[in-house]
C-alpha cells in the first residue's frame, strides 16, 4: 500500500525533526521515547491533557475507583473473614478526591519536564497535518509553529461512542471523558444510575458504583455481558454483578430517553416490548471510536474507515506517516498501544532501511472485574468458529488452598492445547488476580513453552499462581501414556519379588 502518494506534494529538502508524534497518551509517549532514545530529534504534541486517556480518564482512574469499592465490598461482607460485617459510609467526595490523587501520583511518570529530560520535545498544542512532512501545531497558548519532519507517528486514540439514541443530550450523560471530574465534588454517589454497555468499561464502572451503594441498573443489547469472553467467563461476572445488586438487563436495547417532571429515564426494547427505567445519572459505555477526524488525513487522502488504515508496518498510505494505540487499532489496551509504539518509532526512524511487522501473535487482556477476567489466545468460542481443533484442560479455583484461605474460592483456569500436545493456544482465567495470574502463560506463549514447562516449575506454596501449575498437572494426568503406564505397574511388581 505504501507508495507513490506523496509524489503530488512537495518534499523539503531538510527537515526540523526525525519525527513528530500527535497526541502523547500511552502510544504516543513510548513512540517519542524509543525516538529520544534511538538520538532522534523528536516533537511530541498533545492538546489536552500528558498521559492521555489511560492516565487521566480511563485505566488510572476506573482502577483507583473499583479499589475503593472493593473495600466498601469486603467491609460489608466482613462476616465471610470472621469480622462484624458492617454498612460503609460512604462520602463520595472523598472517593472521588482520592481517584484525583492516585491520577496526580502517576501524573509525574508521563510530564511534560520528565520526556523534556528524556530529550523530547514536548509541545501542548493541537495538531494538523499540512503535507506528508508538515505538521501545523496550534498552540494551546496562542500562535501556531510549522515543524517539517522525516517521519510522523500518529497516536491520536479514541473517544467514548454515544450512540444516537432520541432524548439522550437533552437529558444528559456522562462517559469515561466527563464523569471523573463532573462527579468529583457530589457528596453521595448517585442514587439511581443507568450504566448503558455490557463491555469491559460498562461492567468495571456498573461493579464499583453499585458496591459504593448507588441502585445501577446496566443496559445490554446483546445476549450476555462481556460477549468477547467465552460464556462461562461472562457467566462468572454476570452473577457477581447481580450478586452486587446491579440489575443486569441483557437482551435490552435502549431506544429512547426523555424526562418526566424531575425523574430522567430511558426506555428499552425487550422481547418485542417496552420498559422505563428511572434514573438520576446514565453512563454511556458502548464502545471508543478512534479521533479521526480534524487534523488533516482526510486532506491527505489516507483511509479512515473504523481506524487509520495501516499496512502490517503500521505504516499508512505514505511510507513516512505511522499509527500507533487506539486510533490505529485492532486492539483497545494501553500495553498494546506500547507495544505498537516499539514498531511504529523504529518503522518509522529506519523504515528505509530495515522494517518490523508489527507481532500480535501474542497479546493478553483483563477486565477489573471482581472476579477479574484475563486472556491471552484463543477462546473456546473462537476455537469453534474458526475450527480449531483443541482440546481443553480446566482447573477450578474452588479448590486451590490459597484461594480457599483467602475466602475467594471461585473461577477457573481454562487452557486450550493443541490435541495431544502441550503446545497452548488461549488461555482464560477467571478469579481474584486473575489478570496477575496470566502473566505465566503470556510468557509460556510468547516463548513456545507448553504446559509441560509449566508443570516442571516450582510455584510457591500457598499462592494463587499454583492454579497455573494444577491446570498443567491436570493436563499431563490426562495425557499419560497407559501402554507405559501398565508397564510400570508390571515392573513395581516385579520389584516387590
Ligand atoms: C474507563 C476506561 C478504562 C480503561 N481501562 C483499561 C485497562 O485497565 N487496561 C488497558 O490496557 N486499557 C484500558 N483502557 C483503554 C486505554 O485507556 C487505551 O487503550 C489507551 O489509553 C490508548 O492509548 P492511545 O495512546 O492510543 O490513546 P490516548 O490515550 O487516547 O491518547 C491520545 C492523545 O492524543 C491527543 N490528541 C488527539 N488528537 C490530537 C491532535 N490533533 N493534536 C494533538 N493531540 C491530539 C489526545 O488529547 C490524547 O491525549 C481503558 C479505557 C477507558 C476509557
Ligand atoms: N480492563 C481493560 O483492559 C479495559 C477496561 C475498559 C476498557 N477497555 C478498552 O476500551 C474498549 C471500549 O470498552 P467499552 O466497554 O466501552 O466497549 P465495548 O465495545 O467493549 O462494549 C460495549 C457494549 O455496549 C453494547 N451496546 C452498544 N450499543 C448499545 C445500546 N444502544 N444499548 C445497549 N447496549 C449497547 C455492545 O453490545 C457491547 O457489548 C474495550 O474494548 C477495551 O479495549 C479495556
Not at 222 to 236: L, Q
Request: one cysteine or more.
Amino acid at each position: 500500500m505504501p507508495g507513490a502518494a506523496d509524489a503530488q506534494w512537495t518534499k523539503p529538502k531538510r527537515f526540523d525533526r526525525n519525527l513528530v508524534v500527535i497526541g502523547a497518551g500511552s502510544a504516543g509517549l513510548v513512540s517519542a521515547y524509543i525516538a529520544a532514545a534511538a538520538k532522534a530529534k523528536v516533537t511530541l504534541v498533545e492538546a489536552n491533557k500528558m498521559g492521555g486517556d489511560c492516565l487521566n480518564f480511563g485505566c488510572v482512574p476506573s482502577k483507583a475507583l473499583i479499589k475503593s469499592a472493593k473495600v466498601a465490598h469486603q467491609m460489608r461482607h466482613a462476616d465471610r473473614y470472621g469480622l462484624e460485617a458492617v454498612e460503609p459510609k460512604v462520602p463520595f467526595s472523598a472517593v472521588m478526591e482520592r481517584v484525583h490523587k492516585v491520577i496526580a501520583e502517576i501524573e509525574p511518570h508521563d510530564s511534560v519536564e520528565r520526556y523534556t529530560g528524556l530529550g523530547v520535545e514536548v509541545l501542548q498544542g493541537y495538531a494538523k497535518l499540512v503535507d506528508p512532512w508538515t505538521v501545523e501545531i496550534a498552540l494551546s497558548g496562542g500562535g501556531t509553529q510549522r515543524l517539517t519532519t522525516r517521519a510522523i507517528v500518529i497516536a491520536t486514540g479514541a473517544q467514548p461512542f454515544v450512540p444516537p439514541i432520541p432524548g439522550l443530550a437533552d437529558v444528559g450523560y456522562l462517559t469515561s471523558d466527563t464523569l471523573w471530574e463532573r462527579l468529583r465534588d457530589r457528596p453521595e454517589v448517585p442514587r439511581r444510575l443507568v450504566v448503558l454497555g455490557g463491555g469491559p468499561i460498562g461492567c468495571e464502572l456498573a461493579q464499583s458504583f453499585a458496591r459504593l451503594g448507588s441502585q445501577v441498573a446496566q443496559i445490554e443489547m446483546a445476549p450476555r455481558v462481556m460477549m468477547r469472553e467465552d460464556p462461562d467467563a461472562a457467566g462468572f461476572v454476570e452473577a457477581s454483578l447481580k450478586a452486587d445488586g446491579v440489575q443486569v438487563l441483557t437482551g435490552h436495547k435502549a431506544v429512547a430517553c426523555g424526562t418526566d417532571g424531575d425523574d430522567k429515564w430511558i426506555e428499552v426494547e425487550h422481547d418485542g416490548g417496552r420498559d422505563r427505567i428511572v434514573f438520576d445519572e446514565i453512563i454511556v459505555a458502548v464502545g471508543r471510536a478512534p479521533r479521526l477526524k480534524g487534523f488533516g488525513l482526510e486532506e491527505l487522502g489516507i483511509k479512515v474507515d473504523r481506524v487509520v488504515e495501516t499496512n502490517e508496518y503500521l505504516q499508512t498510505l505514505y511510507p513516512n506517516i505511522l499509527a500507533a494505540g487506539d486510533v490505529a487499532g485492532p486492539y483497545q489496551f494501553t500495553h498494546v498501544a506500547g507495544h505498537q509504539a516499539w514498531f511504529a518509532a523504529i518503522n518509522a526512524l529506519f523504515g528505509d532501511l530495515k522494517r518490523f511487522k508489527a507481532d500480535y501473535s501474542v497479546i493478553p487482556w483483563a477486565t477489573f472485574t471482581d472476579p477479574e477476567v484475563a486472556r491471552v489466545g484463543l477462546s473456546e468460542t473462537e476455537a469453534k468458529e474458526n475450527n480449531i481443533p483443541y482440546e481443553v484442560t480446566r482447573f477450578g479455583i474452588d479448590d486451590l488452598d490459597r484461594a480457599i484461605a483467602d475466602s475467594s474460592a471461585h473461577g477457573f483456569v481454562k487452557v486450550l492445547t493443541v490435541p495431544g500436545k502441550d503446545k497452548i493456544l488461549g488461555v482464560t482465567i477467571v478469579g481474584e488476580h486473575a489478570g496477575d495470574l496470566l502473566a505465566e502463560f503470556v510468557f509460556a506463549m510468547k516463548h513456545g513453552h507448553g504446559l509441560g514447562k509449566i508443570l516442571g516449575t516450582i510455584h510457591i506454596y500457598p499462592t494463587l499462581a499454583e492454579a497455573n501449575k494444577m491446570v498443567a498437572g491436570q493436563w499431563r494426568r490426562a495425557h499419560i501414556n497407559g501402554f507405559l503406564l501398565s508397564l510400570l505397574e508390571r515392573f513395581q511388581t516385579w520389584r516387590r519379588g
